[in-house]
C-alpha cells in the first residue's frame, strides 16, 4: 500500500457522461498530481495541486476539472465524455511543493467509455 | 521542453540474463531531477530511483543499478540476473527547471523475462 488512495479501480461509463475520481493522498503530502496513462498518448500530467491551489496544468481537456479540498484529497471530473478517454488515470502526491521530493502514486482507476 | 526518449519498447531475455534499460532526456535546465518507474502487470507505478543532476554517481540496488551520464543525457538502468518478477513496463521519468514538478514520462520499455 503505497498510501495514496484511488477510487474507483475500475469504472465502465457511457459516451456522454460524466464521472468523478477521488484520490486522497499520502498523510503530510500537501502536493497531488493527475496523470493520464492512454494506449496511444503513453503517461501524461494532467494537472497539480499544493496545499488546495492549482500549480501547474499540463495536456487537461477543458471537459476535464480538478480540485483538491481542505482535508487535502483530490477530485478529477471527466465529463462529456468520448471513446479516446478510456485511460488508466493515476494519481500522486509528494511531500510539498520542492522538486527534490519523490512522488508516490496511487494504484490508479481504469476508466473504460463504451 | 523536456523529452525522454525509451528507445527500446521491448526487451525480452531468458532468466539470469542482464538486461539494460535505456533512457535518453532531453532539458535546458541545469537542475533537474531524474526517476524510474515499474509498471507490473497489476497496473501500480512503483517508485525505484530518483537522482539530481547533481549527482553523478552511480547507485546500486540488489541486483538493480543506474548509470547516469550527464555528458550524454543518458540515465540507463540494468537488472542483474533477471528474475521472472521482474517482467513489467518500467519507466523513466524528468521533472525540474521550467517544467516544474511535473514528471515528463519516456514511452516505456516492456521487460518481458522467461523462465
Known amino acids: 500500500d503505497s498510501g495514496v488512495t484511488q477510487t474507483p479501480k475500475h469504472l465502465i461509463t457511457a459516451t456522454g457522461q460524466r464521472v468523478t475520481l477521488r484520490c486522497s493522498p499520502r498523510?503530510?503530502?500537501?502536493?497531488v498530481y493527475w496523470y493520464q496513462q492512454s494506449l496511444d498518448q503513453g503517461l501524461q500530467f494532467l494537472i497539480q495541486?499544493?496545499?488546495?491551489?492549482?500549480?501547474a496544468k499540463g495536456n487537461i481537456l477543458e471537459r476535464f476539472s480538478a480540485q483538491q479540498f481542505p482535508d487535502l484529497h483530490s477530485e478529477l471530473n471527466l465529463s462529456s465524455l468520448e471513446l479516446g478517454d478510456s485511460a488508466l488515470y493515476f494519481c500522486?502526491?509528494?511531500?510539498?511543493?520542492?522538486?527534490?521530493?519523490?512522488?508516490?502514486f496511487g494504484s490508479g482507476t481504469r476508466l473504460t467509455v463504451v | 521542453a523536456q523529452k525522454v526518449t525509451q528507445a527500446q519498447t521491448e526487451i525480452s531475455v531468458v532468466e539470469k540474463e542482464d538486461v539494460t534499460l535505456d533512457c535518453v532526456y532531453e532539458?535546458?535546465?541545469?537542475?533537474?531531477?531524474l526517476f524510474w518507474y515499474k509498471q507490473p502487470p497489476s497496473g501500480e507505478l512503483v517508485f525505484l530511483i530518483r537522482?539530481?543532476?547533481?549527482?553523478?554517481q552511480n547507485e546500486i540496488s540488489g541486483r538493480y543499478s543506474w548509470n547516469f551520464q550527464k555528458s550524454t543525457s543518458s540515465f540507463n538502468f540494468t537488472i542483474t540476473a533477471s528474475q521472472v518478477v521482474d517482467s513489467a513496463v518500467y519507466f523513466c521519468?524528468?521533472?525540474?527547471?521550467?517544467?516544474?514538478?511535473?514528471?515528463?514520462f519516456g514511452g516505456g520499455t516492456r521487460v518481458l523475462v522467461k523462465p
Open positions: 500522486a502526491s509528494s511531500a510539498g511543493d520542492s522538486r527534490s521530493y519523490g512522488y508516490t
Open positions: 498523510s503530510g503530502d500537501l502536493s
Open positions: 495541486y499544493y496545499n488546495g491551489e492549482e500549480r
Open positions: 532539458t535546458r535546465d541545469t537542475t533537474y531531477y
Open positions: 537522482r539530481n543532476s547533481f549527482d553523478e
Open positions: 521519468a524528468l521533472s525540474g527547471g521550467a517544467a516544474g514538478n511535473k514528471l515528463t
